[in-house]
């Protein structure tokens, strides 16, 4: 192959990487919309069920290739349980916000992840932060404080979830780090059968399950298939093209979760909400130039997990 040939198939690859990924980051979107529509009508924990049971739609074939066996090699299974457990947290907590927020509201918490990533990165992955990233997480911090609208909502529980949500989140992102030999059918399964179990034990504790119609049903069963498929898809997206070039465009979610919250809910952000997201994404942008600049952008700073 010449190389301009060569240097063309490459720049394809990365334009279908770039586009997978905002494709995800829509779905992702679209998921998030629809949990938000079905917790209004439904219990979470029978959300959770039903949505998992969606999930092994598209998970079963999987499974079957890699064979059942290879759920049970995983590494470091301490990390790997704690992994499950903040994917649970992440699901469990996005949905009771986004029951009582906005859904932009509730994504603005999320979209600080990354940020805590960066923090969380330096003591528990050992990464060498600035003082100028230091500067942009403090920046970032101020942005979630802004958000969280100290002078009311930061002791109303539902900002709490969103809260405690989106640092479980980035967690998880962290963790990823770690257990990046484990294949991601795996780690999928794993938190699809913690969501179901958990999904469960609220059903039973609280005696909470409605009656639903097949439309009810069938949007509770998308909403697990419409998840795995953004997870997917960002996977590959990350096969593709660099993570620092694809990590800025998660924050294309911001823009979906205002859009979809209009449409579906007439929802409009605030001021205080739009300052305070306008401040985590530059801040969180900052960080990911600095990270370009020291080539070191660490693929956990993409979120490969969906809510």
């Not at 629809?34 to 049971?53: D, E, P, Y």
């Not at 994504?107 to 100028?132: D, Q």
């Not at 795995?228 to 997206?237: E, G, K, Q, V, Y």
């Not at 823009?255 to 306008?278: C, K, N």
Request: charged share 10%.
């Amino acid at each position: 192959m010449k190389p301009s040939s060569a240097t063309a198939a490459a720049g394809n690859v990365i334009m279908t990487g770039i586009v997978f990924m905002l494709v995800g980051d829509m779905l992702f979107a679209l998921n998030d919309a629809m949990g938000k529509w079905l917790v209004a009508s439904f219990a979470v924990g029978q959300v959770l069920v039903i949505r998992s049971v969606g999930a092994f739609i598209v998970l079963g074939p999987m499974i079957a290739r890699q064979g059942p066996g290879a759920l049970f090699r995983v590494e470091r299974k301490p990390l790997h349980l704690m992994r499950v457990l903040m994917t649970t947290c992440d699901v469990g907590l996005f949905y009771a916000a986004v029951a009582y927020l906005p859904l932009a509201d509730v994504m603005t918490f999320y979209m600080a992840g990354p940020i805590y990533v960066a923090a969380l990165s330096h003591f528990f992955l050992g990464e060498k932060i600035g003082w100028r990233r230091w500067l942009a997480v403090f920046v970032g911090f101020v942005g979630v404080i802004i958000a969280l609208r100290p002078s009311s909502a930061m002791l109303s529980l539902p900002s709490l979830f969103g809260l405690a949500g989106s640092l479980s989140f980035a967690l998880t992102l962290v963790m990823n780090r770690y257990l990046r030999s484990t294949s991601d059918t795996t780690l999928v399964t794993w938190q699809t059968l913690a969501a179901l179990a958990t999904g469960i034990a609220v059903v039973l504790l609280t005696g909470d399950w409605r009656q639903a119609s097949m439309i009810d049903w069938g949007g509770m069963l998308l909403l697990g298939v419409v998840a795995t498929c953004a997870h997917l898809l960002i996977t590959r997206a990350l096969k593709l093209a660099p993570a620092s070039l694809l990590a800025p465009l998660q924050y294309t979610l911001l823009l979906w979760a205002i859009v979809l919250g209009y449409v579906f809910f007439s929802d409009v952000p605030d001021a205080q909400i739009i300052v305070g997201a306008v401040i985590i994404v530059f801040a969180g942008l900052f960080i990911f130039h600095r990270k370009n600049l020291k080539e070191t952008v660490p693929e956990e700073a993409v979120p490969v997990d969906g809510h």
